[in-house]
Structure formats: C-alpha cells, structure tokens
C-alpha cells in the first residue's frame, strides 16, 4: 500500500479529532458566555489571604 | 466636614456617622454586608473594585411566595432530594468584585456547594444542597448582601428554553469540510495529468465527494427549504439562485467523478455555502443582557399572598388568583389583577400602564387595575378578574404580537434576486441553445456552468455584512438594534411618532417654578426642614431642589394623608400641600402638579412641577422635521401642550390622554395609509404601539433595566443622536446598491468563462472565494466611513 494512504488516513482522523473537540465544546455552552471565564482565571492570585495586591481589575474600565 | 465616601457603595456618608472597622457606612445595610464579608474572610470584595456594593434592601415577606413547593419547582434547573440548582438573574451584577463574591458563596453558607456567574447575562447558577437550606433560604442570602435576584413571571418556564446553536454546528461543518476538500484539490489545482494525479485522483475525488455530503445536506439545508418555500409562495428570493446553484454544482461534480471526466467543484461548493453561513453568522448580533422580547410577565411577580377566609396569609401564585380572592400587596409591589381596594392608603404608580408621571391616590372601594404599583405601606384588595383578563394583560391578546414583523417585509437582497434570477435563467437557456447548434457536446457544461458561477454568493453576503457591521458599530454608540433588518426598515420610515413620558422627557428630572410671594429666609429654612420629615415623593424632588438651608428642629409636624404636610417652629407654622389644605381658594385651573405653601395661616405661593425635556430635543425635531412627518403621542394629560408647541417645530402633531389601544390604532389608522412609522416609546403603555409600528425603539435610562418588547434599544443619553443612527441607515442601503454592482461586475467576469464553455474548477474556486471577500472588504470600510462619528456630536450638544 502506498504511503499516501497512510498519510491521508492520519491527516483525516486528526482533522476529525478536531472537529468533535469543537462540537463537544459548543454543546458543553463553552461558547456562551465568553466575558466572565477570562475574568475568573485572574482571581486565583486573590484567594491567598494577607494584602492581595491590586491588580488592573480595579480599573474603571472592567465594568462592561 | 471632610466628605466622605461609603465603603460599600460609594454613596455620600458624610452625615451618617457610621464608622466600624476605621471605615465610614452610608446606612447601617451597608455595614451589615461589610460585618457578613469580614466575618466570613470575604473581604477581597473590596479589593477588586472600589465600593461595589449596594445597599441591601428591606424583602421582609416579599419571597414568601417561594415556600410554596409548586412555584419553586417551577424556577428550578434540577432538582432531586439533597441537590437543587437553580439559575437567578441578579440586576446588580456590574463588576469582578460581583464575580467574585457570587462565585464564593459556599463561604457564606456551608450548603451551596459552587455558584457560577454569567456575566453577560447577569446569572448565577447556584447548586445546593437542601438538607438545611431551602431557595428561600438562598435568595434572602442573597438579598442579605446586596445582591437581591429579580424573580418575575416570565421566569416561570424557566429550564425550557433550549439555546439554538444550529448555526454554529453548520457553520463549523462547513468551515471543516472546505478546508479537508481545499487540502484535497491541490493536486489536480497544480497538476491536470500525469502518472500521480492518473493513479490517486479517483481516492482524493471520492474523498472530496464524501467530505461535501454533510455540507450540502446539513448546512445547507435551510437555503433548500427557504428557496422550495420560496418557489411555493410564488416569490423568486435570494435562497432560490443560491440552492439553484447549489444544486447544480454537487450533481455536476459528482456526475463528473462517477463517469471520470473532471475532478469537480467541491472546493467551490463547500466554500459558497462556508461564506454565506459566516455572513449569517455575522449578521447575528446578541445583547445578552438586554432582551427585546419582554411582556407583562417580565414585570409581574410570580406568587402573591392571598388572604383566607380565616385571616391566615398564603402564597399563590398568581395564574391561581381567582376573582373575588382577597390579596395582599405589599408596600412596592406590583399589583397584579383589576381590584377593588378594600383596606389601606394606596398610592398607586400607574407609569407602567399610561405613561401618567404623577402617583394617584386611592380610597377603598375604588377600582385599581394590574401593573400598577403601590407605593405607601401594605393594602388589601378583592381580585375583579383573572390575570389574563386584566387591563393591561388584554392589550397582549391583540393579534399584533402574534405577528412576526419581517413576514410582508421585502428586502432589498430579495427586491433584486428576482430580477437576478431570471436574467440568469435567461443567459443560461441562450448560451446553452446557442451550443447546441454549434458543438452539443459542449451544451450542458455551459448550462450548468453558468448556473454555478451566477450563484449570487457575493450578492447573498453584501446585506449581512453591511448590516451587521453596524449592528456593531450602534451597539457600541448605545444603540442595540434586534436584528439586521431592523436597521433595513429604519431606513424606510417616513413618520416618527413619539411618546411623552419618559421618552422626550427625562424620568427622574424635573424642574420646578415658583410662583408668589417671596419667602423670607426664616421662611425658607422651615420649609426646608418640614420637607425634609416627608416621604412623599413631591417632597423628596422638592426637598432636592431647594436651596440649602439650616435645618431647624421642628417643634411639631404633622401629615395629613392625601393632603399635605403640617409643622410648627417657635412662633411659625406652615403647611405645605394641595391648594384647599393651605386656605388658598381662588384656584385656577392647571393640569400641571404643584405643591402650594403657607406661612402663619396666610397664602404665600405655589411650586410648580414642569417635565424637563431631554438635552437636545428641538434641535433634533428641526433637524428630522424635513424628513419626517413628526407626532406625539401622550398617555398624560395636556397640561404641557403650551410647553410643547413653544418647543417643537410647528407642524408637530401632538395627542394627549392616549390610551395604550388609542396609540396602536392610531399607527395602524396610518399605516394603512402608506405609511411607515417609526415609534419611540419606553413603557408597558407603549407596547402595543412598539409592536405594531414598522420599527418600535424603546428609550431606557439603564439598559439592563426593563424595556417593553421592541425592535432596538436606545440608551437615554443617545437620544439626541437619533438623527445620525436613520442617517446612517439610509446610507447602509446606499452601500449595499454598490455592493451588488461590485458583484455584478465579478458576474459578467465569470459568465464569460462560462457561455464560452471555458469554466475549470480552479477558476470557480479563485473567482467565488474573491468575490466574497472583497465584497465583505467593501462593505467592512464603508460602513466604518458612514457609521455616526461618536465624540464629534457629543460635543456639538455638551455646549447647551
């Protein structure tokens, strides 16, 4: 069997991959709300109790 | 005094001498959330942003109503016996302060075991355990720090309503199967024979074949039935060229693979349908957090306490209510059926339902209807009628809302594909005629050639484009428009009819006359202080308006409901209320609301109440009424018509005392005569009116408060620029007429390959994708050059 078989059988499943990974995430709502997650991920570094340095969430700017 | 700031809120608490922990408190609420936050090591809170909070407020009694295990059934996502998950929209939620306290609620209290918040939708999504805590429980938690949940009656199909993500499910199906058929057409793209391509075309063209079957039969389903549901009512759309196309381009390229004559359009095909799902795509701008499609039941609560023939109090809800049911409505609430009061002082805010600025007082025995809300103390009433059958609730049974206003409404897209449609057809059945004399064998290829590269696809994609770029560009001025073809009408209307309340007029200003003689400054400072100990809404604005005066200890003060205000300094005495209850007789007659004084029994004068009319408002009728055919339509009495006609420009048409049926009417009444109207409203009395006119706008002082159900939004503060926003609607549609020439030109490019019978696969595959893109390039520029300069006319009104 020739190489090329091989290689468009790889490249196929790997696309396929990828494609249900989309779907998967966009039925999980992943897609729905796309403000608060990138607020979240910042507050991990506040939950360490003793003076939390203030970081640019204080701005004005993050209200919506 | 230094001034200074609440700790929680941000509010003056210069006055309040509330200090704990080094820190200074507007009111005790405040303190109380602060006590809870660092009792609880919360105190982050304050870390994110300064003084997010907001003053929790009084809810004794009002979420009884969530004892009763039928309504909160009804409210809850999941529910089984430890868990419950419930979803609660929480106004309040404005910053990563909220974020953060929201998601940290199993601190404050050991049952709920994780919170999320969506912030765009300002939710939370709450997950406790019911073992020693309850909905009840979680929403005067919720209340106790601030952050009080809206639970209305609209909420009672809760965890029915399934997101649609069709759309994006194709769209990703298309975008996956161009770029796998794309990958697989290099080849033959770069080779057209040889060993290589002779041995392994027939794998990649099979390959291609199967990659494009979801695309047409999935993705692309939606133009296949618009274009058949096209064809059946007889009108010639955009889907019908688009399918036609479609169509022809899978059956010739997979007839080209089984009889092994040519490698296909595959790659054209799953991109056509990839660009015009993206320009869907485009063209859908969602406010999450603003909502056009609100009723009454938005307003409405969802339980109300009944009271039994043996005095107990229970919650019901309110589908349950019955006629002759004895409710009790408490202090702020909504009342929810036509009644008759029975016990209590009500003062009923009717704002909601006419559009009337001023609170009416009501005695027993007299008639209340659904939707207005009390405002002083608790009040017993006998329900006249059921939910459905009120007042208010009736103007929904009108069959306008029923309606879908894009139905009857042709687009320009849809005005041209007709035209389009059959001058393809036409070029294709000459060219094909004219190859069948000369070489036949050649005939079908051209027939099918010229129905592949006539595809309107650039055609299709101007009007999303254009429109939805300025979806965007007027939601970022402020002005959050449904749909794309909101934006296509607005540009078509030809009359702009206007509430008064609340639409022209500021709602929480007003200035005030006075008219009389002049008070001494004694005078002032008890007059002063006497307002000072009401709380009626009159005197609270007035108390405002006044002069800062010192305040003096009053020796006595009494308030005479429904009457007025009596109080008593050293020697002086003044009453301040309606015109009999100062001793002033000779009244003459005005419509407007004023608040007369007296000093030691002797008439002094009286301030008047005026509406204060929105910044810019007669330069924005001088400037429309060139263009536009202007009228006001007022649900309040005409006690402001001289006001008005001084203002506004002379050939303004103004109606007063118009009922919510009066307005609708009166739009359907024009038009029926060829008119397209454009209504400006803001209250539930506008509602009809909104849904029946060619474009409703709803002016709102705070977007992520309630709007009736409209076609857009308009932010207050923007009011003044509505001129710009149809301006730049008219020149949208200017620039979709070029648009569509740009892609004819494309067209006649491609039909000349194709009635010559030149067409190869790797021509449609460059001429499609390019025509598409630069079409979408185009409009992208234009539509940044027209779109309403932002700061330039903010500062044009700022000098007024």
């Known amino acids: 069997m020739s190489v090329i078989y091989i290689l468009l059988t790889i490249s196929i499943v790997v696309a396929i991959g990828f494609f249900v990974a989309f779907i998967v995430a966009v039925k999980r709502g992943q897609f729905d709300d796309s403000y608060t997650p990138s607020v979240r991920m910042l507050f991990e570094d506040e939950l360490v109790k003793d003076k939390p340095e203030k970081t640019i969430l204080t701005k004005e700017d993050q209200q919506f | 005094m230094e001034h200074k700031t609440c700790f929680h809120c941000g509010l003056d608490s210069t006055t309040s001498e509330i200090i704990y922990d080094d820190k200074s408190f507007c009111c005790n609420g405040c303190k109380t959330v602060y006590e809870i936050f660092s009792a609880n090591d919360l105190t982050c809170y304050y870390d994110l942003q300064n003084a997010p909070g907001t003053t929790p407020k009084e809810i004794e009694g009002k979420y009884n109503f969530l004892d009763n295990p039928k309504i909160v059934e009804r409210l809850l996502e999941f529910n089984d016996e430890k868990t419950q998950i419930v979803t609660l929209y929480i106004p309040h939620i404005h910053c990563s302060s909220c974020i953060w306290i929201l998601e940290n609620l199993n601190k404050l209290h050991p049952s709920v075991s994780s919170s999320i918040v969506n912030f765009g939708k300002k939710t939370v999504r709450v997950n406790y355990n019911t073992e020693h805590f309850s909905l009840k429980g979680l929403v005067k938690l919720l209340s106790s720090i601030g952050y009080e949940p809206f639970i209305s009656l609209d909420d009672y199909s809760v965890g029915k309503k399934n997101v649609d993500r069709s759309l994006i499910y194709k769209l990703g199906v298309a975008s996956f199967a161009f770029g796998n058929i794309m990958f697989l057409s290099f080849p033959e793209y770069f080779q057209v024979s040889g060993f290589w391509i002779e041995k392994y075309a027939p794998v990649f063209r099979w390959l291609m074949f199967v990659f494009s079957l979801p695309v047409v039969f999935y993705s692309a389903q939606d133009y296949f039935i618009s274009a058949y549901k096209g064809i059946r009512s007889k009108i010639l759309n955009i889907d019908v060229p688009i399918a036609l196309g479609a169509a022809v381009l899978f059956i010739r390229s997979t007839a080209e693979i089984v009889f092994n004559i040519g490698t296909g359009f595959f ?60 409710l009790l409505i408490r202090n702020e609430e909504l009342i929810p059926v036509d009644c008759i009061l029975i016990k209590g002082k009500a003062r009923i805010d009717y704002s909601f339902v006419t559009g009337e600025s001023e609170a009416v007082s009501k005695q027993s025995g007299d008639k209340l209807f659904a939707g207005g809300k009390q405002l002083n103390g608790s009040i017993e009433v006998d329900a006249l009628k059921t939910v459905e059958q009120s007042y208010l609730t009736q ?127 004694d005078e002032e400072a008890l007059l002063k202080s006497t307002l000072r100990n009401s709380n009626h809404p009159l005197s609270r604005s007035l108390y405002s308006l006044l002069n800062d005066n010192d305040i003096v200890t009053l020796d006595t003060y009494e308030e005479h409901v429904g009457k007025g205000i009596e109080a008593q300094h050293n020697q002086d005495s003044i009453k301040i209320g309606s015109a009999p209850f100062v001793g002033y007789t000779s009244e003459t007659a005005t419509l407007n609301t004023a608040v007369h004084v007296s000093t030691n029994n002797k008439y002094k004068g009286s301030f008047t109440f005026y509406n204060k009319y929105r910044k810019g408002l007669s330069k924005l009728f001088n400037k429309l009424k060139k263009e536009y055919d202007l009228v006001i339509l007022s649900g309040d009495n005409a006690g402001e018509k001289e006001n008005l006609t001084k203002l506004l420009p002379a050939k303004t048409k103004l109606f007063f005392n118009q009922k919510p049926e009066d307005k609708l009417e009166y739009i359907k009444h024009h038009q029926n005569s060829g008119a397209k109207v454009l209504m400006i409203g803001d209250g539930l009395n506008d509602a009809g009116a909104l849904a029946q006119s060619n474009v409703g706008i709803a002016i709102s002082e705070n977007v992520n408060v309630f709007s009736p159900a409209c076609d857009a939004i308009l932010d207050a503060t923007k009011f003044n620029q509505l001129y710009h926003f149809i301006k730049a609607s008219k020149s949208a549609i200017k620039i979709i007429k070029w648009s569509f020439l740009l892609s004819l030109i494309y067209n006649c490019i491609g039909l000349y390959f194709a009635v010559t019978g030149q067409l190869a696969p790797v021509i449609a595959a460059i001429l499609m994708p390019l025509s598409s893109i630069s079409i979408v390039v185009f409009t992208t520029i234009c539509t940044n050059i027209i779109a309403p300069p932002s700061l330039s006319i903010g500062e044009e009104y700022s000098d007024e």
């Open chain 2, 267 to 326: 790659d054209s095909l799953s991109g056509l349908i990839f660009f015009l799902l993206l320009g869907k795509f485009f063209q859908q701008k969602t406010y999450t957090f603003l909502s056009f499609e609100r009723d009454y039941k938005s307003y409405f609560p969802i339980g109300i306490t009944k009271i039994l023939s043996d005095n107990s109090e229970t919650s019901i809800q309110v589908y349950d209510i019955e006629k002759g049911d004895r």
């Open chain 2, 395 to 521: 103007l929904w049974s009108n069959d306008v809302f029923s309606k879908n206003k894009e139905d009857g409404f042709t687009t320009l897209t849809n005005a041209i594909s007709k035209r389009f449609t059959i001058a393809v057809l036409s070029i294709a059945i000459v060219a094909t005629s004219y190859w069948l004399f000369s070489d036949a064998s050649k005939a079908l290829n051209v027939f099918t050639s010229v129905l592949i590269i006539a595809c309107p696809c650039a055609i299709a994609l101007a009007a999303p484009f254009t429109f939805g770029n300025l979806l965007r560009i007027f939601g970022k001025l402020k002005f959050y428009a449904k749909n794309a073809s909101v934006i296509e009408q607005l540009a078509a209307v030809d009359t702009i009819i206007f509430d008064k309340t609340g639409t022209i007029t500021a709602n929480k200003e007003t200035s005030i006359e006075y008219n009389g003689l002049e008070l001494s400054e």
